[in-house]
């Protein structure tokens, strides 16, 4: 079970600038009660683990026989993806078929490079939109559909649509032109979608058995309604996050697994925390970093700058990998210490040696471990971060699962792209462009 | 040229949260001023234009026969080969040789999986490290060494060391086996070496005239020493970023480039950023974004959250491709709008809407504008990034080439590993792990 260990987050540890257990327990047993109110429908997601797999199974089994899948999404809708592709699979485009292209921007040459190298006619498109108006989304669809045509392809044999139930324009097309769709259900909003079909779809086609991935999920979920707050450590990290920024003053949230594999999980993250607790001037700064690696980049900051972060660690018990450093060059000091050692040895030395550094400096950090990384555990932690997310929210007294901030851009877009009803906003460009210094 | 737009950081655009321009004159001369003293013999890398590049066309070439390239680095020694390989040649992997995999951690999985993917008889290795003591890049040498030689292969052909002229193990190892070297030279320290051998060779592996990168860099610097602020705008960017943290509290710097190719350096900017500056209890935390794709992610918090960021984008204006967005379904409004614009258009309005909606919020923000995405302008932005971190440490009074907080993690890894002379860290080590809450 992902286990949080968060002593060096205490007095008793670091002194002054660390919270009282006494706290830690009262806003953790806040948290837990609030969750066990179940104040927004939003929080289906904890149920998803009851989803039928079995339209998703047979899709992917047909989705095998392609040799490129494209995902078509942005935010929550690529995030998750990514991250089971990388964490799961990871080179996977160098190795394994079908190759995977998640494409989550309007990038001009990130698309002409992905349909350099991809052959349409064994390309199968999965486009991810819960409201299916995301601009992003369907601006590169249009063009691939247009793609498709002209080359008298079939598009029901081209195109996967995961979308909401009802609503919709990519629900509009699937109806008309039997586009196959999968459904997101109607409670689960993007940043909380990765164990829907918006994830679990890409788990299938790269070999994972969703089973595991959700079986995590839903050995976690159980836990977030337990009140033995030793069982419950959701409750215990939103009660520390919380407490570090609004009484501590630490801003900052430094999400640093160890482990390439998760590099991915670190943007997946950081997107959940900001739009979920961004509001209403409150909101903690998600930062996305990776070890050992930013130990040469951002470790000096953490050590010598602002007294403003918490570091929370993620750590993997069992690297599943003996390569060993051989001990070669006894006559040079600097070498032949390494010797004998394994890499998975020296990665979670140097994680330690991070940690015992910050903590002797007083520096706030606690620490996520899970034993191996596979499906399960991987759903552990998705589930695990959203729910303690969710929890943190309760406590900050925000919604979770709204984010208001995004619409004035969304609206300013509309209007310079010359979408009807934006006239208003397209006039305001027009006066902001003629500004001047 | 690379222009710098700091209009909606002023008091003139956002009112009181913003600065006035005439404080920003003051701090930006003094910027300057401290600058043409060339206070640090560090400031070597401004240069670098000058370097001879025989040596590394000569091996380049060479180069070009494999199959595969291998970088080991970490920090410094890997970020700005990453940017240029990701700016310059994006999906290199699928679409050229030799295949290049820039190995900047010791994940036992990541190296497993290289392994896997490469044939070593067809591979080159770079193993770069200023020092010739980093431990993780010298740990995967180590393995690399030892099957390099089980396979009878002739490390001479194998292996190019980029290193101190004449310190550390590898300058030791280079002499005694006859490895080919290149020099990093005396005064250049890691993050302030993308444009010597470290990211030159690989520029010119992958096709690059290295030429138009250093003469990108040449342009920039000599403008560092102009003393007419409207030509310095390093100095301009110096004195924004140092009063917006010092005067106005915004102590996190969003690194927002609207291009995939540039999402490599945005973790670039940030190790040059976070090193340089966090130091004596100071440092804004820099922040790496991208755009689009960030604005379904970060830009709820930015909008909504504390007032304690500043956003700087990087801007393409051109990005050299004419993908159009198909006139489809015009019954669906949702989609009619999109149709005749193309994906260049689009992801410089999204630029601009997220930059208004931001202004029209008084969030302040800033841009660097390059006109097209090549080798000459990127040499510009690394040189442009580079000598605002400088100018920036001045002003906070720090040493901008150091980084004396990384030294005490060095020290506990030497102890757990069981180097010698770090007995006293080996002990400290067992006490911490016998600790319980």
């Excluded at 899948?69 to 079908?98: C, D, M």
């Excluded at 903690?284 to 980049?297: E, I, R």
């Excluded at 619409?407 to 500004?435: C, H, P, Q, V, W």
Aim: hydrophobic content about 40%; overall charge neutral.
């Amino acid at each position: 079970m992902v286990r949080l260990d968060y002593l060096n987050l205490t007095y008793k540890e670091i002194g002054e600038v660390g919270l009282d257990i006494k706290d830690i327990e009262i806003f953790a047993k806040k948290a837990y009660e609030m969750m066990l109110k179940k104040p927004y429908k939003e929080l289906d997601f904890l149920n998803l683990h009851n989803q039928d797999l079995l339209k998703i199974k047979q899709l992917s089994s047909k989705a095998k026989d392609y040799d490129y899948f494209i995902i078509l999404g942005i935010g929550g809708s690529a995030l998750g993806p990514k991250v089971i592709l990388e964490a799961l699979s990871p080179f996977h485009n160098l190795r394994r078929k079908p190759k995977v292209f998640v494409y989550d921007n309007v990038d001009p040459v990130t698309f002409k490079n992905i349909i350099e190298i991809v052959d349409l006619k064994r390309t199968l498109i999965n486009v991810i939109s819960k409201s299916g108006t995301t601009v992003e989304t369907l601006a590169s669809f249009l063009i691939l559909w247009k793609m498709i045509r002209d080359k008298k392809l079939n598009v029901r044999q081209h195109f996967v649509f995961t979308t909401d139930p009802e609503k919709g324009s990519l629900r509009v097309l699937a109806n008309e032109y039997g586009i196959p769709t999968l459904e997101i259900p109607k409670n689960i909003v993007g940043r909380y979608s990765v164990l829907s079909p918006v994830g679990v779809f890409l788990a299938e086609i790269i070999g994972t058995e969703s089973e595991s991935l959700l079986e995590g999920a839903k050995d976690i979920s159980e836990k977030a309604l337990n009140d033995d707050l030793s069982e419950n450590s959701m409750a215990i990290f939103a009660s520390c996050t919380y407490l570090m920024d609004t009484m501590k003053g630490r801003r900052i949230l430094v999400f640093l697994p160890y482990s390439d594999r998760l590099k991915s999980l670190s943007e997946w993250f950081c997107q959940l925390w900001a739009e979920s607790l961004g509001k209403e001037g409150k909101g903690p700064t998600p930062y996305p970093s990776l070890g050992t690696t930013d130990q040469h980049s951002q470790l000096q900051l953490w050590m010598e700058g602002p007294e403003d972060k918490v570091i929370l660690f993620v750590c993997i018990e069992n690297h599943n990998s003996q390569e060993e450093i051989p001990q070669e060059f006894h006559n040079i000091e600097g070498l032949k210490y390494l010797g004998g050692h394994t890499l998975s040895e020296l990665i979670n030395i140097e994680q330690l040696a991070t940690e015992m550094a910050l903590t002797m400096s007083k520096k706030p950090n606690f620490k996520l471990v899970i034993p191996r990384l596979n499906a399960y555990y991987l759903g552990q932690l998705f589930q695990f971060l959203q729910i303690s997310t969710a929890m943190t929210g309760f406590l900050y007294n925000v919604n979770p699962f709204n984010q208001p901030g995004v619409e004035l851009g969304k609206r300013l877009t509309y209007g310079a792209m010359g979408r009807r009803g934006f006239e208003e906003e397209a006039e305001k460009i027009k006066k902001y462009l003629r500004r001047k210094i």
